[in-house]
């Protein structure tokens, strides 16, 4: 008796052979999550565990929760969270506005010499490194004399000390935050835009729709699928304190840490003062769960309000 061939795996493999170089093209790929973040879950033990490097993960002791107990039972556990949520909402929320700004302008211009320039000079802080923004940073606000101080002290403003300011540090930290990473999203939601039908454009100019109104009726709101996703993706890591960032500019100033430390920050000087990897890998899956349960609950209210511009 023949059973029927399933065609649907058939069609599949089907598909595999006649187009070898599209899988062949999502092997480095696959091959990247594989190395760098599927198989580094067997490490999670390591937050359950007393670590000993001669034990190693199978061979240490087994201790519960216990170290989680120095991040949640330390006294500035509560600061630590505020300040990297807020800084992340933040850093969220202005950069994705930004972004949608620049690229807009960007539709708008129709020289495209100018365009292009304009393109890579915006584009161009992303590939800077946070240790060359943190020198700059430090120039305009640190030192006896700050470059920012002089500025103000010429038109007529008392100068302020910056480095032991710390209730201003969040709004800087997000201007050097957009200034170095709007242009880079811009052009995400610049291909989106370039997607949208022509059509729709000219139907609203021959309605007599100004460049106004064609922007708030139709690039918007065809835009938001788009800036719900890449908000969504945001919010997965938003309990994860942007390090690099952070501590190439603020480093070991403890003055600021009542705004600014956050929980990468702190793990990182618990690790230089204790040798302690049981308990930053704690901190670490802390990151991880809790990440997952905003994207889930963010997911969950963005279906309600719009399902096509959920992940899932």
Known sequence: MQYPINTSKKSKLNHIVRNPFLYIMAVPGLLFFLVFSYFPIYGIMIAFKDYNFAKGITGSDWVGFKNFDYFFTSGDFWTILRNTLVLNILFIFFTTAAAVLIALMFNEIRNKYFKRISQSLIFLPYFMSWIVIGMIVQSLFGGEEPMINNWLQNIGMEPVNWMFESKLWPYILTVIRVWQGAGYLSIIFLAAITGISEDLYEAARIDGASKLQIVMRITLPLLVPTIMIMTLLAVGKIFNGDFAMIYAIIGDNSSLYPTTDVIDTFVFR??????????????????SVMGLVFVIAANWVTRRVSKESALF
Not at 270 to 287: C, E, I, K, N
């Open 270 to 287: 618990s690790m230089r003062q204790l040798h302690d990897f049981g308990m930053s890998s704690a901190v670490g899956l802390f990151q």
